[in-house]
């Protein structure tokens, strides 16, 4: 069987089949396109048909390869994460716009999973201190691993929100909590069928994370310190009133690259106390 072969005969959508195929072959996705008559050995295609059945069964191409590109990195992926996306990447950046190029500062991440957000701002960030925290064992090991094969420190802790940072504060914190509401159609669609329910579903309206990080979050944050928070796209202004609630000041939105409210955020004022 040929590359045009293979990708032609493969019932999945051309361009995850061409990312399907180049995983099984060890090729870039040039290679490819640039020769669609090349034979390809028997251990490929059995792979590539093994994994575009699975495809055509909903499985996130994510967990079939076992690998997500994010922010620049390649990032080890298992049905125990969440798969990193996109939009998630407007933290990272919110996040370093504030962060300074060289000097020491202390960032945050809650509910890591992958380790997505913490790796990519170390990665950027290299003097910065990056406490990531993650409730769930198996979540926790992939981020290790992740830190390891790139090289980057994180000082990872095992804990529920800022139950594993008592008394300490932080320049920034950011986090994508689960934020579906239980019984949200979307569960049953999708790649959310195969993700963690852990990391999507927070309570009956989806914010029950975001009530408790914005609780607490002033007494963790430096003052002139901001956090930020990814949610869905139609609960901006929820969020906004949670961080306010949470005397965070400056409270803000905002889009993603498709134009839709991702992540909100506030800042801890120069008068801040501790709670």
């Known amino acids: 069987m040929t590359v045009g072969e293979a990708l032609r005969g493969a019932g999945i959508d051309a361009r995850e089949a061409r990312m399907l195929l180049a995983a099984a072959a060890g090729l870039p996705h040039s290679r490819l396109a640039a020769d669609p008559d090349k034979p390809l050995d028997e251990s490929v295609c059995a792979q590539f048909e093994t994994w575009t059945a699975r495809r055509r069964q909903g499985e996130p191409v994510a967990y079939l390869t076992g690998w997500r590109e994010f922010f620049g990195i390649t990032l080890a992926v298992t049905p125990a994460v969440l798969i990193p996306r996109h939009e998630s990447e407007l933290l990272v950046e919110r996040a370093l716009a504030l962060l300074p190029a060289q000097a020491p500062c202390r960032v945050l991440d809650l509910g890591t999973g992958?380790?997505?957000?913490?790796?990519?701002?170390?990665?950027?960030?290299?003097?910065?201190?990056?406490?990531?925290?993650?409730?769930?064992?198996?979540?926790?090991?992939?981020?290790?691993?992740?830190?390891?094969?790139?090289?980057?420190?994180?000082?990872?802790?095992?804990?529920?929100?800022?139950?594993?940072?008592?008394?300490?504060?932080?320049?920034?914190?950011?986090?994508?909590?689960?934020?579906?509401?239980?019984?949200?159609?979307?569960?049953?669609?999708?790649?959310?069928?195969?993700?963690?329910?852990?990391?999507?579903?927070?309570?009956?309206?989806?914010?029950?994370?975001?009530?408790?990080?914005?609780?607490?979050?002033?007494?963790?944050?430096?003052?002139?310190?901001?956090?930020?928070?990814?949610?869905?796209?139609?609960?901006?202004?929820?969020?906004?009133?949670?961080?306010?609630?949470?005397?965070?000041?400056?409270?803000?939105?905002?889009?993603?690259?498709?134009?839709?409210?991702?992540?909100?955020?506030?800042?801890?004022?120069?008068?801040?106390?501790?709670?």
């Open 114 to 275: 992958s380790g997505a957000l913490a790796l990519a701002i170390k990665h950027e960030r290299p003097a910065a201190q990056v406490v990531a925290v993650e409730a769930s064992g198996p979540a926790l090991e992939v981020a290790r691993g992740n830190a390891m094969r790139l090289g980057l420190e994180i000082d990872w802790r095992s804990g529920v929100w800022f139950s594993a940072v008592p008394g300490e504060r932080f320049d920034v914190i950011v986090s994508n909590p689960p934020y579906v509401a239980q019984g949200d159609p979307h569960l049953a669609q999708g790649d959310l069928r195969f993700e963690p329910v852990g990391a999507l579903v927070s309570g009956p309206d989806g914010l029950e994370a975001i009530r408790a990080i914005t609780h607490e979050a002033i007494g963790h944050l430096e003052r002139g310190g901001w956090i930020f928070l990814e949610h869905g796209f139609d609960q901006a202004e929820a969020v906004r009133d949670c961080l306010a609630a949470g005397a965070l000041a400056q409270v803000d939105t905002w889009r993603d690259l498709a134009g839709h409210p991702r992540v909100s955020g506030g800042r801890a004022g120069s008068g801040t106390q501790a709670r």
